[in-house]
């Protein structure tokens, strides 16, 4: 029958499965015997090689007792079941219980010898083992000859089918259909990085002999996840550098001296070599695709406009996508003031334009009227038409989707294209979800930053804190105060912070002027806020996490943070960086929830006390979270991996971005016999995102 198998077969044939259980497992990803051996588990539950009874003394670790069990007692309650036992053997005792499995009833009862694996608890006066995994032997059976260390594999499973339910469908088929798992590398990549063939990794991650042994699988696993990623977007990459439709775009001596007359500061180094490597990139006949990173406040923006102003001293128009209406205002107006009395044309589109002016504005760019466009979401609609676009300049990248991107990028020939990130993205991450983009960072700051002095503040010393804050806000100093989002939904901090706004103002902040800004105000609102709030006429400013993108307020000293624990502290190291641009001293309060956070929790706010360094946080903020919660979620552009993590596994990140280039430089369209199934191992995986790229 082994013989028979197919990866093909439907796993509705497997025994035990039928057409009800393969929509469950459907609903899973698991349609094939294919899908079911690479539905890897996510870890393994130890059950340790048996151990007398007597020497079970560690509360927490996993142990398996063999003996005969006693007082066996069975409780019926409305709403449980219960059954009570004792195992023992020639070296002591232990209790045990059962809660609703009347199935064992009828098996276990005293004299009956069993196997437990679980782990000693203490509850009040009572210590056992609850619910443990549990073998009964039959009589005459010998219960020590299976005795041995084993490795449970845990897998993803839904409400309906348990990962023990997987593990019995996959067990009986699991070496027939290991066996015909194709290898995906080339042999000589396969030895020189020691790697076991892929079928034998798939065996052990299913059935390891040990933990090392599950873990040499499961690395092998992530490591064919990142190079299988990494072949895709090198492979994208090369398909858009094939493209000689890109607008060349020079800088001459001449424009460059007329760009920096407009700028009211000399940059700093980090900037102009930033504008050096743009510059170079938008010469080349292909389209440049360049991630610009930088913490918060080193004067990204200023660089993305030196390569707007660029592209239009070309004769080409420039769009600047920004994720928020107030940051497109913000920028607009900051523009306009640089180029007041130029002969650029600037023109802003949001949602919230009325009908009249948004066509107008389309109009205005259709007809490359318009030089550079600052625009919201709205620059991404479909009627959005431009002359001449040779520029894309895409803020606060990690609020976009990839789909947005290519959207926007889509709306000239092959246009340049600039994303900035303010999340500083350790290179691991930065290499996965950007495999395809080049990389630079602004090391510095501009002149004259302060370090802002940050403090976690308990419940206890809040009302102290708030007496300080009071005082600053009364000398004429000005604060952010920020609140969580309760969900990815804007609409419940709406009330909390007004409800705040109301607190605060009876109390702690009384006589003081304050203002509201969220999500669900209308833009001429959160103008009129925002511009109180600068000129000073507002003193402190209750917020949801808006302002967390780009805002420019210097005058502003204190950033208060409510309920800090809710936050990533790469957020926070955002909001913290809204402060202290001024020549004023800045302080951060990190406010904890009274609901006494975890301390874990306490750790990561912590790393924020000690430095200020946005590429250390975002490090410890990738250990901590993982990726997606550093990023945002899935729609970012993070590919999921099933094994691979990007924390642990940098390694195996680096050897794959490497062969991956080594295997593209020798075989560019994976079109070599040898690369055959890794190719149609990529498509399988990544044919939407190669999308028009050919390689079949
Ligand atoms: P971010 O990189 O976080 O987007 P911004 O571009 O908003 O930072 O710049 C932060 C502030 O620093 C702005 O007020 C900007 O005008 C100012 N700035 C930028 N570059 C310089 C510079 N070279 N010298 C002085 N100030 C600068
Ligand atoms: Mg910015």
Redesign the pocket.
């Known amino acids: 029958m082994s013989e028979a198998i197919s990866l093909q077969d439907s796993v509705q044939f497997l025994r035990g499965v039928g057409p009800a259980r393969a929509h469950e497992f459907a609903s899973l990803g698991i349609r094939t015997i294919g899908d079911l051996i690479e539905h890897f588990p996510f870890r393994h539950e130890h059950r340790p090689k048996s151990q007398p009874i007597g020497t079970l003394s560690e509360l927490g670790a996993p142990a398996t007792l063999i003996g005969e069990l006693r007082r066996v007692r069975e409780r019926k309650l409305p709403d449980k079941h219960v059954i009570h036992a004792e195992i023992i053997d020639a070296t002591g005792r232990c209790f045990l219980r059962w809660f609703n499995s009347p199935y064992l009833a009828e098996r276990l009862g005293n004299g009956v010898i069993v196997r437990v694996s679980g782990r000693l608890e203490a509850v009040g006066d009572w210590a056992g083992m609850t619910n443990p995994q549990t073998h009964i032997f039959a009589p005459e059976a010998d219960p020590f000859s299976q005795d041995k260390d084993q490795y449970e594999p845990i897998y993803p499973a839904t409400g309906k089918l348990s990962s023990q339910d997987i593990r019995r469908a996959l067990r009986p088929i699991l070496h027939a259909a290991a066996d015909r798992v194709e290898e995906i590398l080339p042999e000589e990549l396969r030895t020189r990085r020691r790697l076991p063939p892929r079928r034998t990794a798939i065996l052990r991650i299913h059935e390891p002999t040990s933990a090392d042994d599950a873990e040499h699988a499961r690395r092998r696993l992530a490591y064919d996840e990142f190079l299988v990623m990494q072949l895709a977007m090198r492979m994208r990459r090369r398909s858009q550098d094939r493209r000689k439709d890109t607008p060349e775009i020079t800088t001459t001596p001449r424009i460059d001296e007329r760009i920096r007359a407009r700028?009211?500061?000399?940059?700093?180094p980090g900037?102009d070599e930033a504008v050096r490597v743009i510059r170079a990139d938008m010469t080349s006949p292909q389209p440049m695709n360049r991630l610009l990173q930088?913490?918060?406040?080193?004067?990204?923006?200023?660089v993305a406009l030196y390569a707007a102003l660029t592209t239009v001293a070309n004769g080409a128009q420039a769009a600047i996508l920004v994720p928020t209406e107030i940051l497109a205002r913000q920028h607009y107006e900051?523009t306009s003031a640089f180029l007041a009395g130029s002969q650029v044309r600037v023109v802003l589109l949001t949602g919230e334009l009325s009908a009249s002016a948004r066509r107008d504005a389309l109009e205005r760019i259709r007809r490359g009227e318009a030089d550079l466009v600052i625009g919201t979401h709205a620059l991404i609609e479909g009627d959005v038409r431009f002359r001449r676009l040779a520029l894309i300049v895409i803020?606060e990248q990690h609020r976009f989707g990839v789909a947005q991107r290519h959207a926007l990028r889509g709306k000239g020939p092959a246009p340049h294209t600039l994303v900035?990130t303010?999340t500083p993205i350790p290179r691991s991450l930065a290499m996965t979800v950007f495999g395809d983009l080049d990389v630079t960072v602004?090391p510095d700051r501009?002149?004259?930053r302060r370090p802002v002095a940050t403090s976690l503040v308990p419940p206890s010393q809040q009302e102290r804190a708030w007496r300080d804050v009071r005082e600053r806000l009364f000398a004429g100093e000005q604060a952010f105060i920020v609140y969580p989002l309760v969900e990815e939904s804007e609409s419940l901090p709406l009330k909390s912070a007004t409800q705040e706004l109301e607190r605060l103002s009876a109390g702690p902040l009384s006589g003081l002027a304050l203002g509201v800004v969220h999500g669900r105000m209308r833009s001429e609102e959160k103008d009129r806020v925002m511009t109180d709030f600068r000129d000073g006429r507002i003193r402190a400013l209750l917020a949801t996490t808006v302002i967390e993108v780009?805002v420019?307020v210097?005058e502003a000293t204190m950033m208060i943070v409510e309920h800090a624990e809710r936050f990533g502290i790469s957020q926070l190291h955002q909001l913290r960086?809204r402060i202290g641009?001024g020549d004023r001293p800045a302080w951060c309060l990190l406010m904890t929830g009274s609901d006494a956070p975890s301390e874990t929790a306490l750790a990561r706010l912590r790393v924020l006390c000690e430095t200020d360094d946005g590429f250390r946080i975002a490090e410890e903020d990738l250990r901590l979270r993982g990726p997606g919660e550093l990023l945002g979620t899935r729609q970012h552009g993070l590919p999921v991996f099933k094994v691979a993590d990007v924390g642990r596994d940098l390694d195996l990140l680096q050897q794959s971005r490497d062969d991956a280039v080594r295997v593209l430089d020798g075989d560019p369209e994976l079109s070599h016999p040898e690369h055959d199934a890794l190719r149609r191992c990529l498509l399988a995986q990544y044919a939407d995102a190669l999308g028009y790229v050919d390689v079949g």
């Open positions: 700028l009211p500061f000399a940059l700093t900037q930088g913490d918060v406040g080193c004067g990204k923006t200023v900051k803020d900035m303010a602004i501009p002149p004259g780009g420019d210097p960086g641009r």
